[in-house]
């Protein structure tokens, strides 16, 4: 029986971890940067991309396993089995919060979109010969949460009128107010980010 409970515990420690791996290329630049202060540190986890689609797999996988083991029936004839109320982190509940718990951290990953919608700023332009626009190359951007968190961030300076990123060509083109910011503030708070500007 200390076996079983032991693979359940097992099991569920692997769904959450691997799920929350998904999430580590993008949380992982986020934490160096702001912690040790490391800037351009995305480029030290672009290498996990390759891997989510296996940590997907292993997440679902070890939930399965604890679904399993939670809902399988004993076995008649077993005299000696456990009667009493299993805890909390042995009961169904906390398997259906595990599973609540890595299927968000897949959308997340996989949709950050439905969970943070990008706006763009309502900015008054006062001179039109003001607006400039800048392409800037981005090192580190692996998936679509990284294009995300660059918008987010960018669209919070004050100035900026829209910006559009793309991971895949790796790629940031944002149009400002040069009278309310200027090309430095909007790169400082990309490699903030973990990222890194290429330079031309």
Do not use: H
């Amino acid at each position: 029986m200390a076996i079983v409970k032991l693979n359940k515990k097992a099991s569920l420690g692997t769904a959450v971890f691997s799920a929350v791996s998904l999430k580590l290329c993008c949380w992982g630049p986020l934490l160096l940067t702001g912690v040790a202060g490391m800037s351009g540190s995305s480029v030290y986890f672009s290498w996990l991309i390759a891997l989510k689609p296996y940590l997907l797999a292993i997440a679902f996988l070890s939930l399965g396993v604890a679904f399993y083991q939670v809902y399988k029936k004993n076995k008649l004839g077993c005299g000696n089995c456990e009667t009493d109320k299993p805890s909390f982190f042995k009961s169904k509940i906390y398997v259906w919060l595990v599973a609540v718990f890595v299927v968000t951290m897949t959308l997340v990953s996989y949709y950050p979109q439905i969970f943070n919608q990008t706006e763009g700023n309502e900015v008054v332009i006062a001179n039109q010969r003001d607006i400039q626009s800048v392409k800037l190359d981005i090192e580190g951007m692996v998936c679509q949460s990284c294009e995300t968190n660059i918008n987010n961030a960018v669209n919070k300076i004050d100035g900026v009128i829209q910006i559009k990123t793309s991971f895949e060509k790796g790629v940031s083109v944002i149009e400002f107010d040069s009278s309310k910011t200027n090309i430095n503030n909007i790169k400082e708070v990309i490699l903030s980010k973990g990222y890194v500007i290429k330079k031309k």
